[in-house]
Structure formats: structure tokens, C-alpha cells
């Protein structure tokens, strides 16, 4: 059912939040009742200075629909809500219309399934959640800063299935925080499940901080696998064969964490590329940067290699590009002026496969070439041209 704007707005006004007609069916006509009396909660003249427990039933069923508390006029205190004339929720609100108390919701046979505390429309402290079968869903705990809040979830095998950790215990009695999050002095180990037995991931704990993370492929071999030290994480990802595919380092002494080193696998094990990072300054901020970019061919020689450098005239970097033997097939120097610009400066040169140099050229700081020189694989010198804007050439003249 599709429910209209002006409805929708309606259940914006504080007076008539989360009323049943709010929370059910958008076209149900309430018949409501104090003492005996008929109220009605939209005009005000109705319920003015009363107390006591307003009762609303839908008129077509005669079904109970809510229970609402007056005091001296005000809409605040207990307020219950029902579904078929059967409670589903009941929360208490304060003078302002916000959640200010206990709030909890049922199943329909009674079992509690939420239970939490608000201050001000805010949840804080213990939040609880059950199966309708009475096991634990889930204990969390929320403070009033970032820094409190920790959470223990389970699955209806009630196997844990996911956990976040304060920096001190919060879930007792109800969970055992203390000992999960490792806050007794010694690493705890924690295993994570889904729903149906598969195990997903595993934790190391110390004081609530990750020391070694495993997640798991279906098959049950490591996807991903964190470990974290005083001074590097590094994290590794796997095929569900079993190889290793990407590894990423970063340093754990700067805030936030940088990225030091991350290295990529083909499929069948070969490192295939390795990126490193670190601290360079320039115009006066320390900025983590990619200083080095290499490729591997899959016989492990080296592919091409791409370093960067500051320098006067600005990013510079440096590209080596090699045969499968080793060997370098060319040498080239790049001004960065930003994405996907770079202008070619110095002298390029080429190789052939028996490193004899083969070809040069010649840049100015503009990034126009100047020069070209060639030779065979001898050393013969085949050609030695001055090159104009236009492409034009003409046979070098000192």
C-alpha cells in the first residue's frame, strides 16, 4: 500500500509520533477513550488537563491499537503499541515527544525480542535483542562517545557471529566482554560464525585491539589474513586455492596508519608487482607518496620499473622498461604536471636485446625533443637528426 505525502507529514508532528496510525495501517480509522471518556488525540480541547492512559481501537475491528499516557494534558510516559490487539511495542516518551526511557519490542507470543534505553530520543547504555525463541540476537552497549560502544551478535545456534570491542568491558553481566576482547591480560581468540555452522573469520584480542584477523573463504581456506605489531599491519589476500594473490604493509605509527609497501601474486604464485610508499616534503606538507612502481614477468625478471622523485623542476619519474632476459630495453625521464599528464624531459634511450644502445632522444624542459639519434645493433650510427616542431628533420649539425 502506498501511503500519501500528507500522511507521511502527519507523522512528522512530535504530538502524534510514532502513532498507531504511523506505524500501521495508513487508512485505519482510531476510536480513542480516557476514563471512560471520548478523546480525540488530534484535538487538543479533547484531553486538555487530563491524566491517566488514553486507549485507542481500530473502528473497523475493534482491536486495541495503542495505549497512551496523559499527564495533566501532556502526551508523555508509557505508550504502547499493538498489532492485531496483540502489543508489539512500548516505549516512554518525555514533553517533547522524544524516547526517554525504556523502549522494547515483542514477538507475538510475548517474547521480548529489544529492550534499550534512551535519553532524549538518544539510545545510551545496554541495548539487548532476542530470537522469538528467547536466545541471545545480540548485546551492545552504546556511551556518548565513539570510544564506548561495544557489541556481541550471535547466531540462532548461538555461535558468536560478530564482535567490536571498547577500550574497556561494557557488556557484563550479559556477555562476557572482558575475556572476549581480551582485557584480562592475555590475547583472546575469537572465532566468528554464520548462520548455519560455516566459520567466517577469527580474531586475536589484546585490550580490545585487533592483534591478527583470518577471514574465510566457503571452503574454509583463508581469504584474508591481518596481523598488527607495534609498528606494522600488513594484510594478505587469498585465492580459495590457498595463494597468495595481494599484500599490503602499513605503518602503524603514524596516525591514521600509512601505506607503506603493496605487492600483488599472479594466480599461479609469481610476484607481479610491487608498489612502495613513503614520507616526502613538498611545499611544506610531509605527504605519504608512491615512490617506487615495479612489474615482474612471470619468469620473475624484471618487467618496467617507474620511481619517483622531487626535484627542483618538479615530480620527476623515472621509467625502466626490460626484455624478459633481464635486461633493459629502455630508459625514460617524465615531469608529473598532474592526472594522466606527464612531459617527457632529458634524453630517452632504447635498447636492443643485446644492450647496445639503439635510439636517443633528446627533450627540452618544454617536453618538445630536440634530437634523435639511431644505431644498429653494432653501434653503427644510422642517423643523427635535429627535429623541428613541425616534425621536420635534418641531419644534426654541431
Known amino acids: 500500500m502506498t501511503i500519501s505525502t500528507k500522511f507521511v507529514l502527519r507523522c512528522l508532528f512530535p504530538v502524534f509520533a510514532i502513532s498507531a496510525l504511523c506505524m500501521s495501517n495508513a487508512m485505519a480509522i482510531e476510536d480513542c477513550e480516557m476514563n471512560k471518556e471520548s478523546v480525540n488525540s488530534a484535538n487538543g480541547s479533547t484531553t486538555a488537563g487530563k491524566t491517566g492512559i488514553m486507549k485507542c481501537v481500530d473502528r473497523n475491528t475493534g482491536k486495541l491499537v495503542r495505549e497512551q499516557e496523559l499527564r495533566a494534558g501532556v502526551f508523555m510516559g508509557l505508550v504502547r503499541y499493538y498489532k492485531d490487539g496483540v502489543l508489539f511495542k512500548e516505549r516512554n516518551v518525555n514533553e517533547h515527544g522524544n524516547t526517554d526511557g525504556q523502549s522494547r519490542e515483542f514477538a507475538p507470543n510475548g517474547q521480548v525480542l529489544r529492550e534499550e534505553n534512551y535519553v532524549n530520543g538518544s539510545t545510551r547504555g545496554l541495548v539487548r535483542e532476542w530470537y522469538p525463541n528467547g536466545a541471545a540476537k545480540r548485546i551492545s552497549f552504546i556511551g556518548e562517545n565513539p570510544k564506548e560502544k561495544a557489541t556481541v551478535k550471535y547466531t540462532q545456534d548461538k555461535q558468536l557471529s560478530a564482535i567490536e570491542c571498547a577500550d574497556k568491558p561494557l557488556l557484563a553481566p550479559h556477555a562476557n566482554d572482558a575475556a572476549l576482547c581480551g582485557f584480562n591480560g592475555k590475547p583472546s581468540k575469537v572465532q566468528l560464525y554464520a548462520e548455519g555452522g ?69 594466480e599461479t604464485g609469481p610476484k607481479v608487482r610491487e608498489q612502495l610508499y613513503a614520507f616526502l616534503e613538498k611545499d611544506g606538507r610531509r605527504q605519504n607518496r608512491l615512490i617506487s612502481d615495479a612489474s615482474f614477468y612471470l619468469n620473475g625478471q624484471p618487467k618496467r620499473s617507474e620511481k619517483f622523485t622531487l626535484e627542483s623542476k618538479g615530480d620527476i619519474k623515472e621509467v625502466r622498461n626490460y626484455f624478459d632476459s633481464g635486461k633493459m630495453s629502455s630508459l625514460e625521464r617524465y615531469v608529473y604536471e598532474g592526472r594522466y599528464r606527464e612531459r617527457p624531459v632529458g634524453v630517452h634511450q632504447s635498447f636492443a636485446q643485446n644492450g647496445t644502445l639503439v635510439r636517443e632522444s633528446y627533450y627540452d624542459e618544454r617536453g618538445r625533443i630536440q634530437r634523435e639519434r639511431s644505431w644498429d645493433e653494432n653501434g653503427m650510427l644510422l642517423a643523427d637528426d635535429q627535429v623541428y616542431e613541425d616534425g621536420s628533420r635534418k641531419a644534426f649539425s654541431k
Open 198 to 266: 560455516r566459520l567466517r573469520s577469527q580474531f586475536t584480542l589484546l585490550a580490545g585491539e585487533i592483534q591478527q584477523a583470518s577471514y574465510f573463504h566457503d571452503n574454509g581456506k583463508p581469504e584474508t589474513v591481518d596481523e598488527v605489531g607495534t609498528k606494522q599491519k600488513t594484510r594478505k589476500l587469498y585465492s580459495d586455492t590457498g595463494i597468495l594473490l595481494k599484500e599490503t604493509a602499513w605503518n602503524v605509527t603514524e596516525k591514521p596508519a600509512a601505506i607503506e609497501r603493496e605487492v600483488e601474486y599472479h
